[in-house]
């Protein structure tokens, strides 16, 4: 059964999903290492927290064929920045050759290689990102990088060109809160396919923009059904989100183990009954007093924070591919010098491979 099924009270009374310990949709998280420093970001993520990427490109694939042999066939990989993993290319092709349908790259978009970009027409490999204003000042604020907005807009619109597809989600919070219409409409004529806004979750430093500590209804709820995060050092989560609820580590346990595990069966239990079912059961009420006919559909607001990757619907936010570039767009700014903080006094000396930061200064001119 899947959530488009459950249309009815009395179905979603007798639902048991949760208990077929299945396996539909992989996080993997390539790196907790990230360019940019967003102020709300749940993974705490920044140039130097990749002390625990542990995982090998041969661990990766070991992953991937596990959760295919357990009939997974959607996945996203995400980070931290998942393009500063070094391996990103071989995974994302790899990905693919093993019979993954859906593949999505969560990526803050600052960089992005044309080999990638190509393999990715080529393939039918999908791109999603944050965007927090349409204004670049807006944007560069939240992720504490100069010029990021410019970046991240620049290949955003290289991936609409070569006709991938696209989706953003825009965190709200305090500071961008007044923009968040502007950017929904910046991004729809762009020719972003999908655009959804979602709150800042008490994860991570949004413990901090939310001064409240990480707890079980910060999430969305969606992670009761067929969901696991892989993080660079083997955890096992329910969700991207959900670190303080580990249900086991790859390096030590089957993938298929942690799956059909009672630590895995538990919590999504406990996040089906406290979370979901609270968030979704006035609206499915609604509905059957009506005698509408509907799905699940959760409101827009229930979307997933940050870096969620499941595909969750939010129909009202989407729009049909616009190819052009209306003329009066603004141009992204580009930047000055060097955005991130090594300042190479010669581009000879400038590794965007090699450095944390991976700014890739030729991209933006
Ligand atoms: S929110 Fe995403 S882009 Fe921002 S620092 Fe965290 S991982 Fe990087």
Same mark, same amino acid.
């Given at each position: 059964m899947h959530l488009g099924e459950v249309s009815?009270?009395?179905s979603?009374? #007798? ?14 998280? &390539? ?30 694939? #070991?992953?991937?064929?596990?959760? +295919? ?31 993954? *349908? ?12 044309? $080999? ?34 410019? +970046? ?35 991004? &729809? ?6 655009? #959804?806004?979602?709150?800042?979750? *008490?994860?991570? +430093? ?19 059904s ?8 083997? $955890? ?29 069966? +538990? ?26 006919e509907g799905s699940l559909c959760p ?13 969750d619907c939010?129909?009202? &936010? ?32 400038? *590794? ?5 930061? #991976? ?7």
């Open positions: 009815s009270w009395s979603i009374q #007798s639902i048991s999903l949760m208990r077929e310990r299945t396996l539909d949709f992989l996080w993997l998280e &390539l790196t907790n290492r990230c360019n940019l420093q967003c102020v709300h970001c749940y993974t705490d993520s920044g140039p130097h927290s990749g002390d625990r990427d542990i995982l090998t490109i041969d661990d990766y694939v #070991s992953i991937m064929v596990q959760a +295919r042999a357990l009939g997974c066939s959607k996945m996203q990989f995400i980070g931290g920045e998942p393009q500063l993993n070094i391996d990103f290319r071989e995974l994302l092709v790899k990905a693919k050759t093993l019979g993954f *349908e859906f593949i999505e790259v969560f990526s803050n978009l600052t960089r992005l290689a044309d $080999e990638t970009v190509q393999y990715a027409a080529d393939n039918g490999i999908c791109f999603a990102t944050s965007v927090y204003s349409n204004e670049a000042s807006g944007h560069d604020a939240i992720t504490r990088v100069k010029s990021s907005h410019a +970046r991240t807009m620049a290949n955003l619109k290289m991936l609409i060109g070569a006709g991938i597809e696209t989706r953003a989600a825009i965190i709200v919070m305090d500071r961008n809160k007044d923009t968040v219409c502007q950017t929904k409409d910046f991004l &729809l004529r762009l020719g972003v396919r999908h655009v #959804s806004s979602g709150e800042t979750r *008490e994860f991570g +430093r949004g413990e901090q923009i939310l001064a409240q500590k990480a707890r079980l209804s910060g999430l969305c709820g969606h992670c009761w067929g969901k696991l995060c892989i993080a660079p050092d083997g $955890e096992a989560y329910p969700c991207v989100m959900a670190r303080q609820w580990p249900v086991g580590n790859v390096l030590e346990t089957p993938l298929a183990e942690i799956v059909r595990g009672r630590q895995l069966e +538990r919590i999504r239990q406990v996040i089906f009954d406290e979370v979901w079912l609270p968030k979704v059961a006035p609206k499915v009420r609604r509905e059957d007093e009506t005698l509408l409101p827009a607001e229930q979307t997933c924070g940050p870096d969620s990757g499941a595909p939010a129909p009202e &936010l989407s729009s049909p591919r616009q190819r052009e570039v209306p003329a009066d767009e603004p141009e992204p700014q580009p930047a000055e010098e060097c955005p991130q903080s090594c300042t190479p006094i010669d581009e000879s000396t400038c *590794e965007p491979m090699a450095c944390p930061q #991976s700014c890739l200064p030729n991209r933006v001119e």
